[in-house]
């Protein structure tokens, strides 16, 4: 379906999210991927357009089929463990995309603290792990506290270093709820670059304080801000987060720092760790969910504005993801015509998936 405006101007085109992720599944074996790791692929792009994180959906997914037909990535990588202990696992991803070395990561750390409490899972020689809320939500339903960080190729500094020093190196944190998870996702940038991507192809100016040109000016032009620097959250703070995140998902499992990572296509990761925590090695579970659940309705129930609501972490991309599970995906005229130039070079018909 496509939604025009009143001017005639294609304005977003509406997909549901079942078809989205048998197309993109389709595009990837097309590249060489395995089915059952296209289908892995596809649903966790899909997954993040339909949690409202649209920079790590299909136009993430444009990323990953760039960096395979450059030569980054490596479609059919023999993921190997490098080490494993009695709670930890470490990963070589072979130059594959990070979806699956993370996926395989996630699933271990899980089988890890099913037998022990915990269990610490780390990936290198990776591309790419797209949404990190991805992962820990896997972790969450299975009733334990997931956290999930990664280090990227460098783009983000402060005002006065006339260099990239370290990535937008994201951070996700899950906690269960007995209900809906508490699920925090966030790069340690003000935005993520894949949100400058975004703008850019959409043709859109990005708010004043994301990003520098390359000479260290302020910009609102996503062109500009992709040529020069991101500036980082509570500025020499977010970036003290940031190098933390570079050391201990970079430099402490032999992956390489932001520095380093140096590659023709537009977006990789260093590397990966994931760690899944059974709270039932602390205290009881049901009553930390007792606990959790008094903790949300002190917060919400707090003095406020009439117009002002309280919400958790995930709270907005958990609405967000019922509504479009109902009504489609939102794509933009811009990553749409990207998109349907690939489907067309790889001759896969639309109409009839």
């Known amino acids: 379906m496509v939604i025009r405006s009143q001017n005639g101007v294609i304005v977003v085109h509406i997909i549901s999210a079942d078809k989205l992720k048998l197309l993109l599944s389709k595009v990837f074996q097309k590249l060489?991927?395995?089915?059952?790791?296209?289908?892995?692929?596809?649903?966790?792009?899909?997954?993040?357009?339909?949690?409202?994180?649209?920079?790590?959906?299909?136009?993430?997914?444009?990323?990953?089929?760039?960096?395979?037909k450059c030569g980054d990535i490596n479609p059919r990588p023999n993921i190997r463990i490098v080490k494993e202990g009695d709670i930890y696992t470490l990963f070589d991803g072979d130059k594959g995309i990070g979806v699956l070395v993370a996926y395989k990561a996630?699933?271990?750390?899980?089988?890890?603290?099913?037998?022990?409490g915990i269990g610490i899972s780390a990936a290198r020689n990776i591309w790419d792990?797209?949404?990190?809320?991805?992962?820990?939500?896997?972790?969450?339903?299975?009733?334990?506290?997931?956290?999930?960080?990664a280090n990227a190729r460098a783009r983000m500094t402060i005002p006065g270093i006339k260099s990239a020093m370290v990535g937008?190196?994201?951070v996700?944190?899950?906690?269960?709820?007995?209900?809906?998870?508490?699920?925090?996702?966030?790069?340690?940038?003000?935005?993520?670059?894949?949100?400058?991507?975004?703008?850019?192809?959409?043709?859109?100016?990005?708010?004043?304080?994301?990003?520098?040109?390359s000479e260290g000016k302020p910009t609102t032009d996503p062109r500009e801000a992709m040529k020069g620097y991101l500036l980082p959250i509570g500025s020499y703070k977010g970036l003290g987060l940031a190098i933390i995140v570079d050391i201990l998902s970079?430099?402490?499992?032999?992956?390489?720092?932001?520095?380093k990572i140096t590659v023709k296509a537009p977006y990789t990761q260093g590397g990966f760790v994931t760690a899944a925590f059974d709270i039932g090695m602390f205290?009881?579970?049901?009553?930390?969910?007792?606990?959790?659940n008094e903790y949300i309705r002190a917060l919400?129930?707090?003095?406020?504005?009439?117009?002002?609501?309280?919400?958790?972490?995930?709270?907005?991309?958990?609405?967000?993801?019922?509504?479009?599970?109902?009504?489609?995906?939102?794509?933009?005229?811009?990553?749409?015509?990207?998109?349907t130039k690939i489907l067309n070079e790889l001759k896969i018909d639309i109409e009839n998936i």
């Open 283 to 292: 205290r009881d579970p049901e009553e930390f969910i007792r606990d959790i």
């Open 32 to 68: 060489g991927v395995p089915k059952d790791d296209s289908e892995i692929v596809a649903d966790s792009l899909v997954t993040a357009n339909l949690r409202c994180v649209d920079s790590h959906g299909l136009s993430r997914g444009l990323n990953f089929i760039e960096g395979i």
């Open 168 to 170: 937008t190196n994201p």
């Open 129 to 149: 792990v797209g949404s990190l809320a991805y992962y820990v939500s896997k972790i969450v339903k299975e009733g334990f506290i997931g956290i999930a960080i």
């Open 106 to 116: 996630v699933l271990k750390a899980i089988e890890k603290a099913k037998a022990r």
């Open 172 to 213: 996700a944190i899950a906690i269960p709820t007995g209900n809906e998870p508490i699920i925090l996702d966030m790069a340690l940038s003000v935005a993520a670059y894949g949100k400058i991507i975004l703008a850019a192809r959409r043709g859109m100016k990005i708010p004043e304080g994301w990003a520098l040109d």
């Open 300 to 339: 919400k129930s707090l003095p406020k504005d009439p117009d002002v609501e309280i919400l958790m972490p995930g709270e907005p991309e958990a609405r967000c993801y019922k509504e479009r599970s109902a009504k489609g995906i939102p794509i933009d005229d811009e990553t749409w015509e990207q998109f």
């Open 250 to 259: 970079g430099i402490a499992i032999g992956a390489p720092y932001g520095l």
